[in-house]
């Protein structure tokens, strides 16, 4: 038995909780930790799972102790502070609205050293307990396994909503939920069983979203709060590559307008407004009243020779979800022409106060572009700002709200440049942004190791509960056809 513990002790991290264990001979070191993931002095939701970390560098021991009203919670690891996922939740309940400070001990050269103390802000406003997420590596043309998963943010457990494992050589995407509703849910199948997949009522449906009036297939979603309406692009989309170091793609629409698909009457609804030979239109979102759909609209241009002239503007259409009619002008709410930028990703707050949304130099596929920064527009007034504690010189794109409207998750490379992981952070009353903090792994060396980018982050209020197995049945039927009409 006293060979097992040792064994044990040898190869991975010990983690005790205790009152005691604090080195009772240190030199104070006068500097904050360099930790992976960075915690310190982030805000935090009550139901996140525990931020594990490592110290940077030739440490081997570490003792950290986290103080909240005179409590004190001691944690001992070597190589990286490993929580246990019950005591963690306990610290969070008990320290709601309250703040940790977190001191960290290491033991370097045979001697221990004290860094100056940190804290962690807590927030008793609970994120959307789940994640969904594409896993997919950062290429371009093909991919050997590729699939999308939901994360249980309270701890640990990943589970497989559908992969190629399942379906070899085929490419899932544009994982779509209605209002973080995990039972409402959408995405598309690309390959030998094409289709798009509808999940609603429990009900499976695979759907052919091509007909003869438009581009191609349905590709970009949002849907309605009502649930009666997804709209989406359409899209004809081409890649071409950089042959310098400094930027390795672009990605572009040479055509594309907006569609709303009415999934009642299985037909696609749109307007010459929305549609337009002039102007391409994409990333369409719904307002949290379902009243108004926002998208980004560009001059059309001679591509690819003029792909960095294509800027988005901000939009927007009346919609009536009654009749399934659109308004008879288009206003701009943020103009290309001023900002000398390009717009994607509009996605409205769930309590109507703001949209956030993508900014980059030119064009509309912001995740090749490292300038790609992170905005917020104030409905109410029409002002917008770029969020500066969450943006860095690397990519910041892809976002989706919590359903309180003050969390909210992110795309971001600012680890190496190369792969997408996801970021959390909270939103105050006066839209201020708190220091954001990484997906939550047991192991902090996850991200070292994995080589895959985590791609189109939802949040969602529960697990999905239908995964590929669930509908093999009816991704290997006929996909139904649809009808389109234009509402002129």
């Excluded at 609970?126 to 997420?133: E, I, M, R, T």
Aim: hydrophobic letters at 35%; a neutral charge.
């Amino acid at each position: 038995m006293l060979k097992i513990k040792y064994i044990l002790f040898f190869v991975g991290p010990i983690v005790l909780a205790s009152c005691s264990g604090i080195p009772g001979n240190f030199t104070e070191k006068g500097v904050s930790p360099a930790l992976f993931p960075d915690i310190t002095d982030v805000t935090i939701p009550v139901n996140i799972a525990p931020l594990n970390f490592r110290l940077n560098g030739n440490s081997r021991k570490m003792v950290a102790v986290y103080e909240c009203e005179n409590k004190k919670d001691i944690f001992h690891g070597r190589h990286a502070i490993e929580i246990p996922v019950g005591k963690w939740h306990r610290m969070l309940t008990e320290y709601e609205d309250k703040s940790m400070d977190v001191t960290l001990f290491s033991k370097e050269d045979g001697k221990w050293i004290k860094y100056l103390p940190f804290k962690i802000h807590i927030k008793s406003d609970p994120v959307d307990p789940w994640l969904a997420y594409r896993l997919i590596a950062p290429g371009y043309e093909s991919w050997s396994e590729m699939g999308i998963y939901q994360r249980n943010l309270t701890n640990f457990d990943q589970e497989t909503i559908i992969d190629n494992r399942l379906l070899p050589g085929n490419c899932m995407n544009c994982h779509s939920f209605n209002n973080n509703d995990p039972d409402q849910m959408m995405f598309h199948l690309r390959g030998n069983v094409a289709g798009t997949m509808l999940v609603k009522d429990g009900k499976v449906t695979k759907l052919n979203t091509k007909t003869k009036q438009t581009i191609s297939n349905c590709v970009y979603p949002y849907w309605h709060p009502s649930g009666n309406y997804i709209a989406y692009s359409v899209n004809a989309i081409s890649q071409v590559f950089h042959t310098v170091k400094e930027k390795r793609i672009e990605v572009m629409d040479s055509k594309s307008d907006l569609v709303v698909y009415d999934i009642k009457a299985n037909k696609l609804i749109t307007s010459k407004l929305i549609s337009s030979e002039e102007s391409f239109e994409t990333f369409p979102s719904f307002s949290a009243d379902g009243k108004t759909l926002f998208f980004c609209s560009a001059k059309k241009g001679n591509l690819p020779d003029d792909y960095s002239k294509i800027r988005y503007s901000l939009c927007k259409i009346d919609f009536d979800a009654a009749t399934g009619s659109f308004g008879n002008k288009i206003d701009t709410l943020i103009s290309s022409y001023k900002t000398g930028r390009s717009i994607s990703f509009p996605r409205p707050s769930h309590d109507g106060k703001y949209i956030m949304f993508t900014m980059s130099d030119y064009g509309n596929f912001s995740i090749w572009h490292n300038e790609a920064d992170l905005y917020l527009l104030n409905l109410a007034d029409g002002s917008f700002k770029r969020m500066e504690n969450v943006n860095t010189d690397k990519t910041e794109s892809y976002h989706s709200w919590s359903s309180g409207s003050h969390w909210f998750v992110f795309s971001s490379r600012r680890i190496d440049g190369l792969y997408t992981r996801p970021y959390f952070s909270w939103l105050d009353d006066s839209g201020v942004a708190a220091k954001p903090f990484l997906l939550p792994q047991k192991d902090p060396d996850f991200y070292d190791t994995s080589l895959r980018s985590f791609n189109v982050p939802e949040l969602i209020t529960g697990k999905v509960r239908v995964n590929g197995r669930n509908m093999l049945k009816s991704i290997g039927a006929d996909a139904k056809n649809i009808t389109f009409e234009l509402k002129d």
